[in-house]
């Protein structure tokens, strides 16, 4: 491997005898001179269940040129340079991109910014204290936007038409299927994509075993009304007077309070009369699997309300917004923009069971495999947790409410 200083030199060399020679890295060669037609942006349009998401890829040069910055004598990208341009791009190119949903355009939850080095497809970080050459980096720009469960047609409009930037080629990414062959310009800066039955659905939630008990459930009014009869009985027992004059009071009393509790009081109320017995490793395997399949479902909501309310389905009391903010942790890539992986399969295994008041607290494992495109390739990602959760009964179905992670490994 060049060594960094050498491959510098090279650059030098490279510019003393002429500009013409560089490579242009939008050519998927990194050699020689930019071929005929070359844009020196791609696009991708990346459909999932209730997400859409857009990113650019700007070569460096041409950035440079977009956003009337000077484009400087220095072969290795300035660290200053770079902050003019996340700077610069934030406020100028948040409007560059408009997506229309089913003929309704919405605006982006979440944009990024970031400045990566190598090509589209092949792109990654660079380094803190990393030297790499201008002509080797890209502006990688990402607009995300809420969508429906099943989006019907997607229209994409660029509005950043700037310097060399003329012809914006796009592909679309739906599950493992990219699709070139869009290319958008300044007489024809949208077009309109179709679904048509290709983005994958979204999985649906997992079936969680229910509490193995016996409950009792009786309409609060009934409760209300067996108290106030007791309470009239008492009354009129403890009342010194005689005949109807007796119990007329008390008798009033308890048919308004009685009338208006089945009025107003429509609730039920419920209570476990056996404790049930602990579920076995197997049992406690199964209910868990449900239970973390759907935490990790509740991701794949776009908006943090949805994501909420899925999650309260598994996940009850304080724990709740705990475990929101480490299943973001976990599944956020490394970078600026904030995409996230989605996680397509799991495994738990169960090593024991011991019994907590009306609960159970499993100790194991669970291993969490995710994938997620970003700038033209796949990210895979598989963390493995081992830990203690505590599950109890919520009404009558099984809940997560306390865990501890004893190790968080990422394979």
Same mark, same amino acid.
């Given at each position: ?6 491959? +510098? *030199? ?30 020196? $942006? ?21 950035? +440079?040129?977009?956003?009337? +910055? ?7 990208? &300035?660290?200053? $340079? ?26 982006? !939850?979440?944009?990024?910014? !970031? ?8 792109? =990654?970080?660079?380094? @803190? =204290? ?23 047609? #997607? ?11 003329? $012809? ?17 310009? @300044?007489?024809? &800066?949208?077009? #309109? ?6 983005? &994958? ?11 193995? *008990? ?14 106030? $009869? ?16 007796? #119990?007329?009071? @008390?008798?009033?009393? *308890? ?10 009081? &429509? ?11 602990? @579920? ?7 209910? +868990? ?8 479902? *509740? ?58 008041? =009306? ?53």
């Amino acid at each position: 491997m060049i060594r960094p200083l050498a491959r +510098l *030199a090279i650059y030098l060399l490279l510019c003393l005898l002429g500009r013409t020679v560089m490579g242009h890295p939008f050519d998927g060669d990194g050699t020689g001179p930019p071929r005929a037609g070359s844009s020196n $942006v791609q696009a991708y349009l990346y459909m999932e269940p209730y997400t859409c998401r857009v990113e650019c890829l700007v070569w460096m040069p041409a950035v +440079l040129g977009m956003l009337n +910055l000077p484009p400087g004598t220095e072969m290795v990208l &300035p660290d200053a $340079v770079k902050q003019q341009v996340l700077e610069k791009a934030r406020v100028e190119a948040a409007p560059w991109c408009a997506l229309r949903i089913d003929g309704l355009e919405v605006k982006p !939850e979440r944009q990024g910014l !970031e400045i990566l080095k190598g090509m589209p497809g092949n792109s =990654d970080q660079i380094k @803190p =204290d990393e030297a790499v050459a201008v002509m080797d980096t890209m502006l990688g720009m990402s607009w995300e936007f809420h969508a429906p469960a099943n989006v019907g047609q #997607v229209e994409l409009e660029w509005r950043g038409f700037r310097g060399e930037v003329q $012809v914006i080629p796009v592909t679309v990414i739906y599950g493992p299927t990219m699709e070139a062959g869009i290319f958008l310009t @300044p007489k024809a &800066p949208s077009s #309109v994509w179709k679904n048509e039955g290709r983005i &994958p659905p979204a999985p649906p939630l997992a079936q969680v075993p229910m509490v193995d *008990a016996v409950w009792v459930n009786l309409p609060v009014a009934l409760l209300i009304s067996g108290v106030v $009869v007791l309470i009239a009985l008492v009354w009129i027992w403890r009342s010194p007077g005689k005949g109807m004059a007796r #119990v007329l009071k @008390p008798s009033a009393f *308890a048919a308004i309070v009685c009338v208006g509790a089945w009025t107003f009081a &429509p609730h039920k109320w419920s209570a476990r009369l056996s404790p049930g017995k602990t @579920p076995t490793q197997e049992e406690a395997g199964k209910i +868990l699997d449900a239970l973390l399949r759907n935490t990790y479902r *509740a991701f794949d909501q776009s908006s943090e309300s949805a994501i909420y309310d899925v999650l309260a389905r598994s996940v009850h009391g304080p724990l709740l917004e705990k475990l929101y903010l480490q299943t973001v942790r976990a599944l956020t890539l490394e970078g600026m923009d904030g995409t996230r992986v989605k996680v397509t399969d799991m495994a738990v295994n169960i090593d024991r069971v011991l019994p907590q008041q =009306d609960g159970f607290i499993a100790e194991g494992q669970w291993t969490a495999v995710g994938t997620v495109g970003h700038w033209g390739h796949m990210h895979q990602r598989i963390n493995r947790y081992t830990a203690r959760l505590t599950l109890e009964p919520i009404g009558n179905a099984w809940k997560i409410t306390g865990l501890e992670v004893l190790e968080e490994r990422r394979m």
